[in-house]
């Protein structure tokens, strides 16, 4: 079966509101940038479907913060910092339950069909290389949580 073709079946199945992360890029397109960022799609309607790119802004670094201790000396994982809900350990931070659109709330595309050539000239733009790289069904897993 072809990339393209798994793509339709996915997009298919979707139900109108579903949100799923699709793929993870560790390496920031921009220089210094460290945040991991998370391409969600988006059934808006039926047969309409939105990119967008997230990041989990950080927290606490995991190496600064004074994690509690369970009664067998286990390490307990933070549940808020300084008023927050944590999502989990991400690198060396602790990121938050939330999420913000990347770099803005402008970074989203809209398509009917993912075979359009502007969803992969907007994937490439933000740092994916190809749609054909990105496989619906085995999709990466989130990060353990």
């Known amino acids: 079966m072809s990339v393209l073709n798994k793509w339709n079946e996915y997009l298919d199945k979707m139900k109108v509101g579903d949100f799923d992360k699709m793929d993870d890029l560790e390496f920031s397109p921009s220089i210094g940038d460290t945040n991991v960022l998370h391409l969600y799609l988006y059934k808006v309607e039926?047969?309409?479907?939105?990119?967008?790119?997230?990041?989990?802004?950080?927290?606490?670094?995991?190496?600064?913060?004074?994690?509690?201790?369970?009664?067998?000396g286990d390490y307990i994982n933070p549940e808020t910092i300084n008023g927050e809900n944590v999502r989990g350990p991400m690198g060396d931070y602790w990121v938050s339950e939330s999420f913000e659109n990347y770099?803005?709330?402008?970074?989203?595309?809209?398509?009917?069909?993912?075979?359009?050539?502007?969803?992969?000239d907007w994937l490439k733009s933000n740092g994916w290389s190809k749609l054909e790289e990105i496989d619906p069904f085995n999709k990466i897993l989130d990060y353990g949580f």
Do not use: W
């Open 46 to 72: 039926d047969k309409l479907y939105e990119f967008s790119i997230v990041i989990y802004p950080a927290l606490a670094s995991k190496i600064d913060f004074e994690m509690e201790e369970d009664e067998n």
């Open 103 to 120: 770099p803005d709330e402008n970074n989203v595309i809209c398509f009917k069909d993912i075979a359009e050539h502007k969803v992969s």
